[in-house]
């Protein structure tokens, strides 16, 4: 069964690094999002990405987020210059409209 | 704004038991809503669908229902059993944005 797959799975960076976090969707997927969870919290909408470029995006996704599909397979959130409070699991989604399907996550933790 | 709510927010309850979660959300105008389940430490998996124009999806012994004109969905869990512990959470979906309730902890006791 197809799957969204999603890399690392864990990633610890220092505070002030870049890091991208890396997701490859259901191939005929046309939807892509990223959402986190902060620890003992709810998940959290980060963006969504369709036809190549930001559909939607919340308050959190501020300057130091970006995504990217780099090619036709791949899906990428960026973050610049983490902070303590990035610390999070985040999680990739895609769709076809209608259905949507997570991936593991990737747990970053910023030291 | 979207809000979800998810009642009650923790249950525990011996094996057994038919169970009802409740989800309500602000915003009726929704292309559909998914129920996930999450384990501690995991990601999401999707246990059932309901498109706006449906009223109720089955699969096992869940079964979705949406009123989507009064902002509520119910999960039943028929016959549950340990291993239906988790995390429940429902995620209703409007313009590409699929908003999360804060969830139901659902402990089983063998």
């Known amino acids: 069964e197809p799957e969204v797959t999603q890399t690392p799975s864990h990633q610890v960076t220092q505070m002030g690094q870049e890091v991208i976090l890396r997701c490859v969707p259901i191939s005929n997927h046309l939807y892509f999002y990223w959402y986190r969870q902060i620890l003992g919290q709810k998940v959290e909408f980060l963006v969504s990405f369709y036809n190549n470029e930001i559909s939607e995006k919340s308050e959190i996704f501020d300057d130091q987020f970006s995504v990217e599909r780099p090619d036709g397979s791949n899906f990428t959130l960026k973050i610049r210059s983490t902070k303590l409070e990035d610390s999070a699991m985040y999680f990739c989604?895609?769709?076809?409209?209608?259905?949507?399907?997570f991936g593991q996550g990737t747990r970053l933790t910023v030291v | 704004k979207q809000e979800v709510t998810q009642i009650p927010a923790a249950l525990s309850v011996p094996e057994g038991e038919n169970l009802v979660l409740n989800c309500s959300f602000t915003?009726?105008?929704?292309?559909?809503l998914q129920w996930f389940r999450q384990d501690p430490g995991k990601g999401l998996t999707s246990l059932l669908l309901?498109?706006?124009?449906?009223r109720e999806q089955t699969s096992g012994r869940l079964n979705a229902s949406l009123d989507k004109s009064s902002g509520r969905s119910t999960l039943y869990i028929a016959a549950s059993q340990p291993g239906d512990s988790a995390t429940y959470l429902c995620?209703?979906?409007?313009?590409?944005?699929?908003?999360f309730g804060k969830g139901t902890r659902l402990h089983i006791l063998p």
């Open positions: 309901i498109q706006s124009s449906q």
């Open positions: 915003d009726s105008a929704i292309y559909n």
């Open positions: 989604a895609s769709s076809r409209m209608i259905e949507a399907f």
């Open positions: 995620a209703p979906n409007r313009d590409d944005k699929i908003i």
